[in-house]
């Protein structure tokens, strides 16, 4: 999984991992699963070309992302020209499955006969590793890149936000990660607060449902921003007050865009689920429970009705958290922790 010119956004924590392992000079070669109409050919043709990479090179490393996907690694090793030692990354869906399941099997597999285990984030992994009975693995924590300084706002965020009345929204539109819980929240919301908009980011299979309700209801003030490049969402991040992260996903391993939200001086508004519940707490945002009496329309509202003087100490408290994620941080300890493990190696 990689992103090309089609889906931009697909894939991005990968990319943007051989783009900072290159960046401090390693040599890195891409072999990736190219979309065709025939999934079991995309998927063949992936198998073929890893092995002609082996073959053909002399590498130190093979890093797999995506864990039941890249299980089959293990089965070639054999046609390396020398001995090689294997990172196992998992994001999150491609390991959180039904225990026994064949899915599970595959991810097994994989973290069993890696090397080093890779996760977004310390609760995620403590979840995962419980979930597979794995605990005689190196394991690292790696927030899939940490946040770049371009989401930093300079400004103190006192002159940025007085009240919350521009909500947002960045991520796919599917049902998993609470877009439609968030459209009806926000139509509630709206029939007793007009001045509110909400802004949206992100495409998805979802996406024509999506537009068909809000016709349907006649909703004003919903903007669609389609999909946006890694680099262009701290502006973004800039025009709106509050950042809403509805996921109903109950394992999401990270949500980095909760940490993104951190950095630009927005509140954040998130579901009490796994990963997000790494860095995010009473102190720095709005939690809310998915399954609980405190839901998304009540958090929305509570932050439409605070004060310039309850914001401030949440945002602070946010600035405070993200500068333990800063990618100049995370990235060089993720470095050294790699270059260790490969050329000095402990394992």
């Known amino acids: 999984m990689y992103p090309n010119q089609k889906n931009p956004s697909f894939g991005i924590f990968v990319k943007n991992i051989v783009t900072e392992l ?11 699963l190219q979309p ?6 995309s998927y063949i043709k992936f198998i073929f070309k890893f092995i002609l990479m082996i073959r053909r090179s002399n590498y130190d490393l093979v ?4 864990t039941s996907h890249t299980f089959f690694v293990h089965l070639f090793k054999a046609f390396s020209k020398k001995k090689l030692k294997f990172i196992c990354h998992s994001h999150g869906s491609d390991v959180v499955t039904k225990a026994n399941s064949f899915k599970y099997r595959l991810s097994k597999f994989n973290m069993k006969k890696s090397d080093v285990l890779v996760f977004p984030s310390d609760k995620f992994r403590d979840h995962i590793l419980s979930q597979y009975r794995i605990y005689d693995k190196k394991v690292i924590v790696y927030p899939s890149g940490g946040i770049n300084k371009d989401f930093y706002v300079s400004v103190d965020p006192k002159y940025k936000i007085k009240t919350i009345r521009n909500y947002g929204y960045v991520g796919r539109i599917i049902s998993e990660k609470g877009i439609f819980d968030l459209i009806t929240c926000f139509e509630k ?3 007793i607060h007009e001045d509110v908009t909400l802004s949206i980011a992100g495409d998805g299979p979802g996406m024509t449902k999506l537009m068909e309700y809000i016709s349907k209801h006649e909703i004003k ?11 262009k969402i701290p502006k973004f991040l800039e025009t709106i007050d509050c950042l809403v992260f509805p996921t109903k996903y109950e394992y999401e391993s990270l949500g980095l865009v909760g940490l993104e939200a951190f950095a630009s001086c927005n509140l954040l508004i998130v579901s009490d689920v796994l990963g997000p519940s790494s860095y995010a707490n009473k102190n720095n945002s709005l939690i809310y429970e998915l399954n ?3 839901n998304l329309y009540d958090a929305m509202l509570k932050a439409y009705s605070m004060s310039q003087g309850e914001l401030i100490p949440l945002i602070n408290n946010a600035r405070k958290t993200v500068d333990r994620y800063t990618s100049l941080e995370v990235n060089n300890l993720f470095h050294k922790e790699i270059e260790e493990y490969v050329f000095y190696s402990r394992w």
Do not use: P
Request: net charge positive; aromatic share 16%; with cysteine.
């Open 22 to 32: 290159s960046y401090r000079g390693s040599e890195v070669d891409v072999c990736c």
């Open 36 to 41: 065709y109409k025939i999934k079991s050919y």
């Open 63 to 66: 890093y797999t992302h995506f």
């Open 189 to 191: 919301l709206k029939s």
């Open 221 to 231: 003030n919903v903007v669609f921003h389609g999909v946006i490049q890694q680099s």
């Open 292 to 294: 609980g009496k405190n």
